[in-house]
Protein backbone atom coordinates (compact mmCIF):
# COMPACT_ATOMS: atom_id res chain seq x y z
CA UNK A 1 0.00 0.00 0.00
CA UNK A 2 0.87 3.46 -0.59
CA UNK A 3 -0.15 6.96 -0.59
CA UNK A 4 -1.94 8.51 -3.71
CA UNK A 5 0.54 9.93 -5.53
CA UNK A 6 0.36 13.72 -6.24
CA UNK A 7 1.45 13.87 -9.93
CA UNK A 8 1.73 11.70 -12.86
CA UNK A 9 4.69 10.04 -13.77
CA UNK A 10 6.95 12.32 -16.54
CA UNK A 11 7.23 8.73 -18.54
CA UNK A 12 4.11 6.76 -17.99
CA UNK A 13 5.71 3.81 -20.56
CA UNK A 14 8.89 3.29 -18.71
CA UNK A 15 6.81 3.59 -15.16
CA UNK A 16 4.19 1.09 -17.01
CA UNK A 17 3.43 -2.14 -14.92
CA UNK A 18 4.49 -4.40 -18.14
CA UNK A 19 7.67 -2.74 -18.51
CA UNK A 20 10.58 -4.92 -17.38
CA UNK A 21 11.04 -4.82 -13.26
CA UNK A 22 8.26 -2.43 -12.62
CA UNK A 23 5.98 -5.41 -10.94
CA UNK A 24 8.28 -4.29 -7.61
CA UNK A 25 5.87 -2.24 -7.18
CA UNK A 26 3.11 -4.77 -6.76
CA UNK A 27 5.66 -7.26 -5.53
CA UNK A 28 6.78 -4.32 -2.19
CA UNK A 29 2.58 -3.48 -1.71
CA UNK A 30 2.90 -6.86 1.36
CA UNK A 31 6.09 -5.36 3.39
CA UNK A 32 4.35 -1.74 3.15
CA UNK A 33 1.27 -3.49 4.62
CA UNK A 34 3.04 -5.50 7.45
CA UNK A 35 4.19 -1.34 8.17
CA UNK A 36 0.99 0.18 7.87
CA UNK A 37 -0.31 -2.82 10.48
CA UNK A 38 2.71 -1.90 12.58
CA UNK A 39 1.88 2.05 12.45
CA UNK A 40 -2.01 1.45 13.48
CA UNK A 41 -0.95 -0.91 16.57
CA UNK A 42 1.91 2.43 17.58
CA UNK A 43 -0.91 4.78 16.62
CA UNK A 44 -3.60 3.17 19.10
CA UNK A 45 -0.92 2.94 21.60
CA UNK A 46 -0.54 6.30 21.62
CA UNK A 47 -4.13 7.28 21.68
CA UNK A 48 -5.44 5.29 24.72
CA UNK A 49 -2.77 7.59 26.71
CA UNK A 50 -4.45 10.47 24.99
CA UNK A 51 -7.88 9.34 26.19
CA UNK A 52 -6.70 9.66 29.43
CA UNK A 53 -6.10 13.37 29.35
CA UNK A 54 -8.34 16.25 28.58
CA UNK A 55 -8.45 18.11 24.73
CA UNK A 56 -5.02 19.99 24.72
CA UNK A 57 -3.15 16.32 24.90
CA UNK A 58 -5.89 15.42 22.50
CA UNK A 59 -4.71 17.67 20.13
CA UNK A 60 -1.16 17.27 20.71
CA UNK A 61 -1.71 13.80 19.58
CA UNK A 62 -3.76 14.44 16.67
CA UNK A 63 -1.26 17.03 15.32
CA UNK A 64 1.87 14.51 15.83
CA UNK A 65 -0.13 11.54 13.58
CA UNK A 66 -1.18 13.51 11.25
CA UNK A 67 2.25 14.48 9.84
CA UNK A 68 3.23 10.88 10.33
CA UNK A 69 0.14 9.59 8.65
CA UNK A 70 1.17 11.33 6.06
CA UNK A 71 4.05 9.60 4.77
CA UNK A 72 2.82 6.08 5.59
CA UNK A 73 1.79 3.81 2.84
CA UNK A 74 -1.91 3.62 3.13
CA UNK A 75 -3.78 5.17 -0.22
CA UNK A 76 -7.62 5.33 -1.52
CA UNK A 77 -10.71 4.58 0.48
CA UNK A 78 -8.85 3.47 3.61
CA UNK A 79 -6.48 6.49 3.87
CA UNK A 80 -9.02 9.27 4.70
CA UNK A 81 -10.69 6.46 6.69
CA UNK A 82 -7.48 6.73 8.95
CA UNK A 83 -6.72 10.83 8.41
CA UNK A 84 -10.68 11.02 10.38
CA UNK A 85 -9.64 9.23 13.23
CA UNK A 86 -7.24 12.20 13.79
CA UNK A 87 -10.10 15.23 12.77
CA UNK A 88 -12.62 13.79 15.21
CA UNK A 89 -9.97 14.07 18.22
CA UNK A 90 -9.68 17.74 17.09
CA UNK A 91 -13.14 17.99 18.30
CA UNK A 92 -13.43 16.20 21.07
CA UNK A 93 -12.44 17.39 24.68
CA UNK A 94 -12.70 14.41 26.84
CA UNK A 95 -13.07 10.77 26.87
CA UNK A 96 -14.22 7.99 28.27
CA UNK A 97 -11.50 6.80 30.68
CA UNK A 98 -12.55 2.71 29.74
CA UNK A 99 -11.57 3.39 25.83
CA UNK A 100 -7.78 3.11 26.51
CA UNK A 101 -8.11 -0.39 27.60
CA UNK A 102 -10.18 -1.17 25.27
CA UNK A 103 -7.94 0.22 22.69
CA UNK A 104 -5.10 -1.82 23.56
CA UNK A 105 -6.96 -5.15 24.84
CA UNK A 106 -9.30 -5.35 22.24
CA UNK A 107 -8.15 -3.32 18.94
CA UNK A 108 -4.40 -3.51 19.14
CA UNK A 109 -4.38 -6.86 19.63
CA UNK A 110 -6.82 -7.77 17.27
CA UNK A 111 -4.49 -5.98 14.88
CA UNK A 112 -1.38 -7.92 15.75
CA UNK A 113 -2.91 -11.13 15.93
CA UNK A 114 -4.10 -10.84 12.37
CA UNK A 115 -0.58 -9.51 11.07
CA UNK A 116 1.64 -12.67 12.65
CA UNK A 117 -1.33 -14.84 10.66
CA UNK A 118 -1.57 -12.74 7.49
CA UNK A 119 2.42 -12.25 6.98
CA UNK A 120 4.12 -15.50 7.40
CA UNK A 121 7.90 -15.06 6.63
CA UNK A 122 10.27 -17.07 4.30
CA UNK A 123 13.88 -17.73 5.98
CA UNK A 124 16.42 -15.50 4.25
CA UNK A 125 13.67 -13.99 1.80
CA UNK A 126 11.46 -11.64 3.74
CA UNK A 127 7.92 -12.32 3.22
CA UNK A 128 6.49 -15.45 1.87
CA UNK A 129 3.73 -13.61 -0.51
CA UNK A 130 6.26 -10.96 -1.74
CA UNK A 131 9.16 -13.92 -2.51
CA UNK A 132 6.36 -15.86 -4.19
CA UNK A 133 4.74 -13.09 -6.04
CA UNK A 134 8.42 -11.70 -7.31
CA UNK A 135 9.53 -14.84 -8.65
CA UNK A 136 6.14 -15.92 -10.37
CA UNK A 137 6.47 -12.07 -11.87
CA UNK A 138 10.53 -12.37 -12.56
CA UNK A 139 9.19 -16.24 -14.05
CA UNK A 140 6.94 -14.66 -15.91
CA UNK A 141 8.68 -11.77 -17.79
CA UNK A 142 11.95 -13.25 -18.57
CA UNK A 143 11.03 -14.46 -21.70
CA UNK A 144 9.21 -10.81 -22.78
CA UNK A 145 12.22 -9.45 -21.56
CA UNK A 146 14.84 -10.78 -23.21
CA UNK A 147 12.71 -10.67 -26.49
CA UNK A 148 12.41 -6.32 -25.75
CA UNK A 149 15.73 -6.34 -25.65
CA UNK A 150 16.70 -7.78 -28.72
CA UNK A 151 14.13 -5.86 -30.44
CA UNK A 152 15.55 -2.48 -29.11
CA UNK A 153 19.04 -3.36 -30.21
CA UNK A 154 17.38 -4.75 -33.73
CA UNK A 155 15.67 -1.19 -33.81
CA UNK A 156 18.79 0.54 -33.01
CA UNK A 157 20.60 -1.22 -35.92
CA UNK A 158 17.83 -0.57 -38.50
CA UNK A 159 18.28 3.50 -37.61
CA UNK A 160 21.83 3.59 -37.72
CA UNK A 161 21.72 1.38 -41.20
CA UNK A 162 19.11 4.38 -42.24
CA UNK A 163 21.40 7.11 -41.39
CA UNK A 164 24.34 5.41 -43.62
CA UNK A 165 22.56 5.31 -46.23
CA UNK A 166 21.11 8.57 -46.33
CA UNK A 167 24.81 9.80 -46.00
CA UNK A 168 25.89 7.55 -48.92
CA UNK A 169 23.20 9.06 -50.95
CA UNK A 170 24.18 12.83 -50.27
CA UNK A 171 28.17 11.65 -51.20
CA UNK A 172 26.70 10.41 -54.68
CA UNK A 173 24.88 13.28 -55.08
CA UNK A 174 27.46 15.43 -54.58
CA UNK A 175 29.93 13.03 -56.71
CA UNK A 176 27.32 13.24 -59.68
CA UNK A 177 27.29 17.30 -59.29
CA UNK A 178 30.89 17.12 -59.39
CA UNK A 179 33.13 16.83 -62.81
CA UNK A 180 35.93 16.52 -61.11
CA UNK A 181 35.63 13.23 -59.60
CA UNK A 182 37.03 10.15 -62.11
CA UNK A 183 34.30 7.77 -63.40
CA UNK A 184 35.97 5.11 -61.17
CA UNK A 185 35.38 7.15 -58.31
CA UNK A 186 32.13 7.69 -58.72
CA UNK A 187 31.71 3.98 -59.31
CA UNK A 188 32.76 2.98 -55.81
CA UNK A 189 30.71 5.75 -54.53
CA UNK A 190 27.70 4.43 -56.14
CA UNK A 191 28.83 1.01 -55.05
CA UNK A 192 29.03 1.79 -51.37
CA UNK A 193 25.40 3.83 -51.76
CA UNK A 194 24.28 -0.03 -52.64
CA UNK A 195 26.23 -1.41 -50.41
CA UNK A 196 24.13 0.89 -47.59
CA UNK A 197 21.15 -0.34 -49.26
CA UNK A 198 21.26 -3.64 -48.80
CA UNK A 199 22.13 -3.32 -45.18
CA UNK A 200 19.70 -1.08 -44.47
CA UNK A 201 17.36 -3.65 -46.10
CA UNK A 202 18.51 -6.51 -43.93
CA UNK A 203 18.30 -4.47 -40.83
CA UNK A 204 14.65 -3.79 -41.54
CA UNK A 205 14.38 -7.05 -42.37
CA UNK A 206 15.63 -8.17 -38.42
CA UNK A 207 13.94 -5.24 -36.82
CA UNK A 208 10.29 -5.99 -38.64
CA UNK A 209 10.93 -9.97 -37.94
CA UNK A 210 11.85 -8.97 -33.94
CA UNK A 211 8.77 -6.94 -33.45
CA UNK A 212 6.78 -9.94 -34.69
CA UNK A 213 7.99 -11.98 -32.23
CA UNK A 214 7.24 -9.56 -29.56
CA UNK A 215 3.70 -8.96 -30.64
CA UNK A 216 3.06 -12.60 -31.55
CA UNK A 217 4.71 -13.31 -27.59
CA UNK A 218 2.76 -9.84 -25.90
CA UNK A 219 -0.66 -11.90 -25.48
CA UNK A 220 0.65 -15.08 -23.67
CA UNK A 221 2.94 -12.62 -21.42
CA UNK A 222 -0.19 -10.27 -20.16
CA UNK A 223 -2.03 -13.42 -19.47
CA UNK A 224 0.61 -15.27 -17.46
CA UNK A 225 1.42 -11.36 -16.03
CA UNK A 226 -2.21 -10.63 -14.89
CA UNK A 227 -2.75 -13.65 -13.32
CA UNK A 228 -0.33 -13.11 -11.23
CA UNK A 229 -1.33 -9.95 -10.67
CA UNK A 230 -5.11 -11.26 -9.52
CA UNK A 231 -3.45 -13.34 -7.38
CA UNK A 232 -2.29 -10.63 -5.47
CA UNK A 233 -5.10 -8.37 -5.66
CA UNK A 234 -7.19 -11.09 -4.18
CA UNK A 235 -5.32 -11.14 -0.87
CA UNK A 236 -4.88 -6.95 -1.19
CA UNK A 237 -8.85 -7.05 -0.89
CA UNK A 238 -8.68 -9.51 1.80
CA UNK A 239 -6.27 -6.99 4.20
CA UNK A 240 -8.39 -3.93 2.96
CA UNK A 241 -11.62 -5.79 4.19
CA UNK A 242 -10.09 -6.64 7.55
CA UNK A 243 -8.46 -3.40 8.03
CA UNK A 244 -12.26 -1.39 7.08
CA UNK A 245 -13.65 -4.18 9.81
CA UNK A 246 -10.66 -2.82 12.26
CA UNK A 247 -11.33 0.96 11.72
CA UNK A 248 -14.97 0.13 12.44
CA UNK A 249 -14.34 -2.20 15.90
CA UNK A 250 -11.98 1.10 16.67
CA UNK A 251 -14.67 3.24 15.82
CA UNK A 252 -17.08 1.45 18.42
CA UNK A 253 -15.08 1.95 21.62
CA UNK A 254 -14.57 5.68 20.70
CA UNK A 255 -17.43 6.61 19.83
CA UNK A 256 -19.16 8.15 23.33
CA UNK A 257 -22.72 9.30 22.17
CA UNK A 258 -23.59 11.25 25.49
CA UNK A 259 -23.91 14.38 23.95
CA UNK A 260 -24.87 15.96 20.43
CA UNK A 261 -21.49 16.74 19.93
CA UNK A 262 -20.20 14.00 19.92
CA UNK A 263 -22.71 12.19 18.28
CA UNK A 264 -22.21 14.48 15.13
CA UNK A 265 -18.50 13.43 15.03
CA UNK A 266 -18.79 10.09 15.17
CA UNK A 267 -21.78 10.52 12.85
CA UNK A 268 -18.88 11.91 10.24
CA UNK A 269 -16.48 9.32 11.06
CA UNK A 270 -19.14 6.32 10.48
CA UNK A 271 -19.59 7.59 7.08
CA UNK A 272 -16.19 8.22 6.37
CA UNK A 273 -15.27 4.50 7.30
CA UNK A 274 -18.10 3.28 5.15
CA UNK A 275 -16.94 4.40 2.49
CA UNK A 276 -13.92 2.24 2.54
CA UNK A 277 -14.35 0.60 -0.96
CA UNK A 278 -12.08 -2.23 -1.73
CA UNK A 279 -13.14 -2.14 -5.31
CA UNK A 280 -12.34 1.21 -5.66
CA UNK A 281 -9.00 0.92 -3.83
CA UNK A 282 -7.67 -1.92 -6.11
CA UNK A 283 -8.89 -0.35 -9.22
CA UNK A 284 -6.92 2.78 -8.15
CA UNK A 285 -3.87 0.13 -7.42
CA UNK A 286 -4.03 -1.51 -11.23
CA UNK A 287 -4.48 1.65 -13.04
CA UNK A 288 -1.62 2.79 -11.40
CA UNK A 289 1.17 0.39 -10.68
CA UNK A 290 -0.93 -2.68 -12.41
CA UNK A 291 -2.21 -3.31 -15.82
CA UNK A 292 -4.66 -0.44 -16.11
CA UNK A 293 -1.30 1.67 -16.48
CA UNK A 294 -1.30 3.76 -19.90
CA UNK A 295 1.47 1.50 -22.13
CA UNK A 296 2.53 2.40 -25.88
CA UNK A 297 3.67 -1.37 -27.12
CA UNK A 298 6.49 -1.51 -29.67
CA UNK A 299 5.81 -0.99 -32.80
CA UNK A 300 7.74 -0.17 -36.54
CA UNK A 301 9.16 3.44 -36.12
CA UNK A 302 10.55 4.49 -39.57
CA UNK A 303 13.66 7.02 -39.61
CA UNK A 304 13.17 10.50 -40.50
CA UNK A 305 16.05 12.42 -42.24
CA UNK A 306 17.07 15.78 -39.75
CA UNK A 307 15.77 18.91 -41.44
CA UNK A 308 19.53 20.85 -41.97
CA UNK A 309 17.93 24.05 -40.69
CA UNK A 310 20.34 26.83 -42.35
CA UNK A 311 20.02 30.72 -42.56
CA UNK A 312 18.14 31.61 -46.04
CA UNK A 313 18.09 34.98 -47.65
CA UNK A 314 15.34 37.21 -46.75
CA UNK A 315 12.44 37.80 -48.88
CA UNK A 316 13.78 40.70 -50.59
CA UNK A 317 17.32 38.81 -51.47
CA UNK A 318 15.42 35.94 -53.15
CA UNK A 319 13.17 37.84 -55.10
CA UNK A 320 16.30 39.44 -56.91
CA UNK A 321 17.20 35.64 -57.23
CA UNK A 322 17.17 33.72 -61.24
CA UNK A 323 16.33 29.99 -59.99
CA UNK A 324 14.19 28.88 -62.77
CA UNK A 325 10.37 29.00 -62.57
CA UNK A 326 7.98 25.89 -63.41
CA UNK A 327 5.12 26.85 -65.71
CA UNK A 328 2.03 25.14 -63.92
CA UNK A 329 4.60 23.81 -61.24
CA UNK A 330 5.29 20.34 -60.77
CA UNK A 331 3.36 17.35 -58.61
CA UNK A 332 5.40 16.11 -55.58
CA UNK A 333 4.42 13.66 -52.63
CA UNK A 334 5.52 14.25 -49.21
CA UNK A 335 7.90 11.63 -48.10
CA UNK A 336 7.64 12.64 -44.19
CA UNK A 337 5.58 15.03 -41.88
CA UNK A 338 7.25 18.40 -41.64
CA UNK A 339 5.44 21.73 -40.13
CA UNK A 340 7.46 24.86 -41.09
CA UNK A 341 8.75 26.99 -38.81
CA UNK A 342 8.94 30.41 -40.21
CA UNK A 343 6.05 32.35 -42.05
CA UNK A 344 7.03 31.67 -45.17
CA UNK A 345 7.28 27.96 -44.93
CA UNK A 346 5.27 25.16 -45.48
CA UNK A 347 3.31 22.66 -43.61
CA UNK A 348 2.51 18.83 -44.73
CA UNK A 349 1.86 15.76 -44.43
CA UNK A 350 3.32 12.16 -45.23
CA UNK A 351 1.85 11.38 -48.20
CA UNK A 352 0.44 15.05 -49.15
CA UNK A 353 0.28 15.95 -52.81
CA UNK A 354 0.90 19.45 -54.10
CA UNK A 355 3.02 21.55 -56.43
CA UNK A 356 6.39 22.54 -56.80
CA UNK A 357 6.91 25.73 -58.70
CA UNK A 358 10.43 26.56 -58.48
CA UNK A 359 13.87 24.63 -58.31
CA UNK A 360 15.92 23.76 -55.42
CA UNK A 361 18.27 26.40 -54.14
CA UNK A 362 21.89 25.86 -53.12
CA UNK A 363 20.60 25.84 -49.39
CA UNK A 364 18.29 22.58 -50.15
CA UNK A 365 14.77 24.38 -49.98
CA UNK A 366 12.23 24.40 -52.46
CA UNK A 367 9.23 26.82 -53.11
CA UNK A 368 5.68 25.03 -53.50
CA UNK A 369 1.83 25.76 -53.23
CA UNK A 370 -0.33 23.44 -51.12
CA UNK A 371 -3.88 22.33 -52.63
CA UNK A 372 -5.31 25.18 -50.78
CA UNK A 373 -3.52 27.35 -52.10
CA UNK A 374 -0.99 28.36 -49.88
CA UNK A 375 2.48 29.37 -51.00
CA UNK A 376 6.12 28.92 -49.40
CA UNK A 377 9.08 27.25 -49.16
CA UNK A 378 9.68 23.53 -47.68
CA UNK A 379 12.78 20.64 -47.75
CA UNK A 380 13.60 19.52 -50.84
CA UNK A 381 14.73 16.08 -49.33
CA UNK A 382 11.27 15.76 -47.89
CA UNK A 383 9.65 15.20 -51.34
CA UNK A 384 9.56 13.20 -54.29
CA UNK A 385 8.57 13.76 -57.92
CA UNK A 386 5.30 11.91 -59.11
CA UNK A 387 6.38 10.47 -62.14
Known sequence: MTSLPKEPPEDANKQSFWMPGNYVHTVHRTD????????????LRERAKVEKQYAQQLSQWSSKWKSIVDSRPLYGSLMKAWQCFFTSTERLSELHSSISQSLITEDGERVKTWQKETFPKKIF???KESYDNKTSFSRAQKP???KLLKLEKAQAAYHKSCQKEQAALDKEKQANDNSEISPEKKQKIVEAREKATEEKVKAK????SMLEDVT?????????MEAIFEQSQEEE????SFLKQAFLSIHRHLDITNNESVKAVYSELHNTLMSISEQEDVK???????????????KLEEWVPPVKKLKRKKKHQRGKESRPVMIGGVKVRALYDYTGEEGDELSFKAG???????EEDDQGWCRGVLNGGKEGFYPANYVEVIE
Not at 32 to 43: G, P, S, Y
Not at 284 to 298: A, E, V
Not at 352 to 358: I, S
Open 352 to 358: EVFLKVE
Open 125 to 127: CGF
Open 144 to 146: WSK
Open 216 to 224: SYTPRYMEE
Open 32 to 43: QCFQACNDIVAC
Open 205 to 208: ERYE
Open 284 to 298: WWKNHHGPGMPTDWP
Open 237 to 240: RKRI
